[in-house]
């Protein structure tokens, strides 16, 4: 199991460098190059998400992103330390087939369009919160033939 | 790679050139450009995305934001968009119901409602 971790100062110029660093490991772990675009923009939703929630609660902990590699998947974990009121459950892929409200002025539309847009890309997801902070799973199938040596 | 803006006037209609990533980042100057088009009068858009290399859903934030900005002078939006990656996030959040999506800028600043 090799696993790159990665913390970032909750910062939305920071979310690109995990973009980039998600992509980059997920194609060493030899996910498909057809889904590394998914793989991108499924991490930078979700942590475009825990910095939002780190920015508007005034939390200063870094946000977390974990990167692991297995012998038949590839799997992130985004956490952030926002205390969340109600814990909420996502596995059903492919289930965003309404347009969430947004709102040019950020704030819960766009939250919620993030996780739409997680849900409907990643089939293998699960989103869990707490007391304690909130964590996004995913993962993408791996073919370990093609990853690079 | 940052955000490029540029506007160009087609008849009655304002083009918005995009191009490289639009994210949590760099959305807010977008914001910014659709704002102050709509502040200036400008009510007919067209924002042309073939120079955009990433979208996330605070882009897509942005753009019904806009959307909401001209309909309320009875304007319009519309996109420019051909590539298959950019098209996807619009159909999985069910906005290429709320978007005219054109081929062409010539086809977007011809078309009407």
């Known amino acids: 199991m090799a696993t790159v971790e990665l913390l970032f100062s909750a910062l939305p110029e920071h979310v690109r460098t995990a973009r980039l660093v998600a992509a980059a490991v997920a194609r060493r772990a030899g996910v498909d190059e057809a889904v590394l675009d998914e793989v991108r923009l499924a991490v930078g939703e979700a942590c475009s998400r825990a910095v939002g929630l780190h920015v508007s609660q005034e939390i200063s902990s870094p946000v977390r992103v974990v990167l692991t590699e297995d012998e038949k998947k590839f799997s992130i974990e985004v956490a952030d330390d926002a205390p969340h009121a109600i814990s909420v459950a996502v596995a059903t892929p492919g289930s965003a087939g309404t347009a969430p409200a947004a709102d040019d002025a950020g704030g819960d539309g766009e939250d919620d369009m993030g996780l739409a847009v997680i849900s409907g890309l990643v089939d293998d997801v699960e989103v869990s919160a707490g007391a304690d902070g909130g964590l996004i799973r995913m993962s993408w199938p791996t073919t370990p033939a093609s990853a690079t040596p | ?113």
């Open chain 2, 1 to 113: 790679m940052d955000l490029s803006l540029s506007t160009e006037t087609v008849g009655d209609r304002t083009v918005v050139r995009v191009g490289g990533e639009i994210d949590v980042y760099t959305a807010p100057k977008l914001r910014e450009q659709l704002v102050e088009l709509v502040n200036d009068g400008n009510y007919h858009l067209v924002v042309d995305m073939e120079g955009v290399d990433f979208l996330d859903s605070t882009g897509l934030g942005v753009l019904v934001g806009g959307l909401k900005r001209v309909r309320a002078h009875e304007g319009s939006l519309r996109l420019v968009c051909n590539q298959e990656r950019i098209l996807k996030i619009f159909r999985i959040t069910g906005l290429t119901k709320v978007f005219p999506i054109h081929t062409s800028v010539e086809d977007a600043v011809q078309a009407t409602d």
